[in-house]
């Protein structure tokens, strides 16, 4: 099925440019990915609460966000990161049957026709829980009442894995024009930018940065306690210090802080400097050489994450596998967090 694609597209590209990866690998990351939009099974209490029953301090100006019920959920989030979900309604209009018993998906018109031919989605995916389970999702998932967490949207990596851009340079496509001045001015929610864990967490009522705020405002994260990160795959120098530095960073997904870009705000774009086997002929993987990446890197490959746990590292904890291929697990990895922030 077209869903598929999405991460073996990465996998090919690292083997054709850099070497070639295990095959068991590829196997297991497109057995995960065939059952991402299959029937999930997830314990939630019979007790529900109010939707609205969400913390509402803010560091940014709080927003009503509406999902498929007529329930809101309150949550404080930059505005940058409220523009990118509330678009999606304009945007992915277009419901698609999965039979899910807890998650609805919309596609956009365009993506509709796509999948109806046998093509691959290129546009993301919006995904809200349903109506039945709403409450009950919230319940489970919502922050707890002391958290003083942010999470990180990769608006940067997102843009990175559009085509054309850098995997079609890394896959031999395209030449350096394809990672210099890339746009990251939309967002795309699909898989490799942890878009299924990104939407679950909004609507639950966490609070989010994206790197273009902290970019801007680094000293932003020291009103958090705790920073959650996603595939924060392509992040600045400036970025990197910020997050890195913090005394108190859940990784919720490897492969994160991996490889250096450079980026003009005025004109929404990105450059790649350093990382991901460039440039040549240093062939650097980590741009920034740092080592908590470096000892969970290829746990990025498992999107089964059947054995899933978070580990223990000097300033925090990392997630050992890519919770985004396995809806189930990542509902139960969500709520596990919560006893770690």
């Known amino acids: 099925m077209p869903l598929v694609n999405k991460m073996a597209k990465k996998i090919e590209s690292s083997n054709i440019v850099f070497g070639s990866k295990n095959k068991k690998i590829i196997a297991v990351i497109c057995i995960a990915l065939s059952v991402i939009f299959v029937s999930l099974i997830f314990g939630f209490n019979s007790d529900s609460t109010s939707a609205t029953e969400m913390k509402s301090d803010s560091k940014f100006d709080s ?15 930059s505005k940058i990161m409220d523009g990118y979900i509330d678009n999606l309604p304009n ?29 691959d989605y290129v546009d993301g995916v919006r995904v809200e829980f349903n109506e039945s389970i709403f409450e009950s999702a919230i319940n489970q998932l919502k922050p707890n009442d002391d958290d003083n967490s942010v999470v990180i949207y990769p608006i940067w990596t997102s843009a990175a894995y559009h085509e054309p851009g850098f995997y ?43 790197e273009i705020d902290v970019d801007k405002n680094p000293e932003l994260l020291e009103n958090y306690d705790t920073v959650i990160l996603l595939h924060n795959e392509y992040v600045t120098k400036k970025v990197f210090d910020a997050i890195s530095s913090h005394p108190n960073l859940l990784f919720l997904f490897p492969n994160a802080l991996y490889a ?29 050489d740092y080592d908590i990446e470096i000892k969970f890197h290829d746990y990025e490959y498992d999107s089964d994450c059947l054995d899933w746990e978070f580990v223990e590292i000097e300033n925090g904890f990392h997630l050992n596998c890519y919770p985004d291929g396995n809806p189930h697990k990542l509902l139960d990895i969500l709520v596990k967090m919560k006893e770690l922030i």
Do not use: W
């Open 63 to 77: 927003t009503s966000i509406s999902d498929s019920t007529s329930a809101s959920v309150s949550t404080t989030s």
């Open 91 to 119: 945007t992915h209009t277009v419901q698609r049957n999965f039979d899910h018993p807890y998650f609805d998906v919309y596609v956009t018109p365009d993506d509709d026709i796509r999948l109806k031919q046998g093509l």
């Open 260 to 288: 250096e870009i450079e980026v003009d705000h005025e004109s929404n774009t990105m450059t790649l400097i350093r990382g991901h086997q460039y440039p040549l002929p240093e062939r650097p993987a980590n741009g920034f």
């Open 168 to 210: 079609t340079y890394f896959r031999g496509d395209c030449d350096e024009s394809c990672i210099t001045d890339i746009s990251f001015k939309n967002a795309v929610f699909e898989f490799t930018s942890s878009g299924l864990a990104t939407q679950i967490l909004y609507h639950a009522g966490y609070d989010f940065l994206t």
